[in-house]
């Protein structure tokens, strides 16, 4: 025992054992040190950090979407107004296979090719993580069915939005317009003008007629909710609520039953009527035809049905009223006499001598008279009651182009009018400086002898000859030609204020009843 002792250094052994013993220890303590420390870092110094970080995780803003305006004729019948529909939506990055998931749903919502080429197209613009349309306006069996199939398609979810509805299709196109996706160029405005965020949750904006020019008061303002997820993106609870504020209801001077009626009228016809009323500049009606069905592009209208508009020889989609040019021929003549007298370049008392034909001075040019055999001895009332044209050629000649188209423009000619649409044109008063840029040609006094009649080359839309009438009307005080009757605010109506316009001429000069009366005799 002693022998086999001798070989063994129990004191050295035990020494090197404390050693690493304590170098194991310092090491444990170490370490123990690092996390404590880190732990320190991470839930003291870095708390605000990680926990915004972690909130960001777990908790979610929701855009809410507001309630569009609903828009009324003057009577309180509406005309456009908000249906709940159901579409279904699929989130891409939740989606193993997503052309798989295509291919099932064509047979559980009826999925067609066109639904899924407008699926690749808004996904090819919008953010991740976005609930993108796959189908829109779902029926109720279409619905029930995918409920029961939803089991297969996670991130696919059925969702019900308000959806613009016009109850009478094409009569009110061309005045109500309608609202439709909203695409890159829409994102770039919105984003331009900082209104973009107040569409978070908004699919449809308003593209035409008064649902784009009172956008800003029909869309309202967009809320939102506050909500705790878990780690598959399920709402657990709402934290908070920001609701919506519901777009204003606008009230306009149209009357729905004058519209439809003379709609009635016009069926069949390529034709445009503005009924005002002088005392206000509302419009009581105001139709294009042939028109269309707004509703088609609400949900987004299928390149077929839009080629067929497009291509239609009877361009639907052109408003008559408001982008239609056309000579105003002898609608002119009242504000002619009414601007010569008021120039002093006849007096009631000019006469001129009229055998059905108006000759040139300095020229063999001669322009014919409607009236083949010519009217006679003519003054100014007489030529307005049986719309001579000789004396009015007479008038124009004497005025000459600079003076007529300045009085002219001052009946609203070659301007846009003001009414509250986006779609219009300002037709054309000619001018020297409009034929030299437009022709390089110089005008010449034979250019100015049939814009007396209102031809030649002077082109006004509908709506034009309507705002000059109601000056007419009016003895020379302008009013603007309006669809906005009133909106709907905090319960009560505020009205549309008509802007104040300087007038035409002398109002008490008793030119404008001359005019008026005569005009309305030869009518």
Not at 420 to 433: I, K, Q, V, W, Y
Not at 481 to 486: K, N, T
């Amino acid at each position: 025992m002693k022998l086999q002792n001798s070989f063994r250094d129990y004191t050295a052994e035990s020494a090197l054992f404390v050693r690493r013993a304590l170098v194991a220890f310092l090491g444990i303590l170490l370490l123990t040190g690092v996390l404590i420390a880190n732990l320190y870092n991470l839930q003291i110094v870095r708390f605000t950090d990680y926990q915004t970080r972690s909130n960001e995780n777990r908790i979610k803003l929701v855009p809410i979407a507001p309630s569009r305006g609903i828009i009324y004729d003057r009577n309180g019948i509406p005309l456009a107004l908000n249906r709940t529909i159901y579409q279904i939506e699929m989130m891409p990055e939740k989606v193993d296979n997503v052309q798989q998931t295509l291919d099932a749903l064509r047979s559980v919502v009826d999925l067609t090719d066109d639904d899924i080429a407008a699926f690749r197209k808004e996904r090819a613009r919008s953010h991740r993580f976005t609930s993108i349309p796959v189908k829109t306006n779902l029926t109720e069996v279409q619905v029930a069915r995918f409920a029961v199939n939803q089991y297969r398609f996670p991130g696919v979810e059925v969702k019900g939005y308000k959806r613009r509805y016009y109850p009478y299709g094409s009569a009110l196109t061309h005045v109500i317009g309608y609202v439709s996706k909203i695409n890159d160029k829409d994102v770039e405005r919105l984003n331009n003008d900082g209104k973009l965020a107040n569409y978070a949750a908004t699919h449809d904006i308003g593209k035409l007629g008064i649902e784009r020019y009172y956008e800003d008061v029909l869309h309202g303002q967009t809320g939102y909710e506050e909500v705790e997820v878990n780690n598959r993106g399920r709402v657990i609870r709402q934290l908070k609520e920001v609701p919506p504020q519901a777009g204003h209801d606008i009230y306009l001077t149209l009357d729905l039953k004058l519209q439809q009626y003379i709609e009635t009228l016009l069926a069949g016809s390529r034709a445009a009527v503005v009924v005002t009323d002088p005392r206000t500049g509302g419009v009581l009606a105001l139709v294009s035809t042939p028109s269309y069905d707004p509703n088609l592009f609400v949900d987004g209208i299928s390149s077929k049905d839009y080629s067929a508009l497009l291509n239609d020889p009877n361009t639907p989609l052109v408003n008559r009223a408001t982008q239609g040019v056309y000579p105003p021929a002898s609608t002119v003549k009242p504000y002619v006499a009414v601007s010569a007298l008021s120039a002093g370049v006849i007096t009631r008392n000019t006469t001129l001598f009229d055998p059905g034909w108006w000759q040139l001075p300095g020229s063999e040019k001669r322009y014919r008279d409607w009236k083949k055999w010519g009217h006679g001895r003519l003054n100014v009332t007489r030529s307005l009651e049986e719309s001579a044209d000789t004396f009015f050629y007479q008038v124009a000649y004497d005025m000459g182009i600079d003076r007529l188209s300045e009085w002219m423009g001052k009946f609203g000619y070659g301007h846009y009018t003001g009414i509250d649409l986006a779609e219009e044109r300002s037709g054309n008063m000619p001018t020297r400086e409009w034929k030299q840029k437009r022709f390089k040609k110089p005008w010449y006094q034979g250019d100015t002898i049939p814009v007396g009649i209102g031809q030649g080359y002077w082109t006004a839309t509908p709506i034009q000859m309507s705002k000059a009438l109601m000056i007419l009307i009016n003895d020379g005080i302008v009013k603007v030609p309006h669809l906005l009757m009133s909106t709907a605010e905090d319960g009560k109506q505020v009205p549309w204020v008509q802007p104040h316009e300087p007038p035409v001429g002398d109002i008490h000069s008793g030119y404008w009843e001359l005019a008026k009366r005569r005009y309305v005799r030869c009518c």
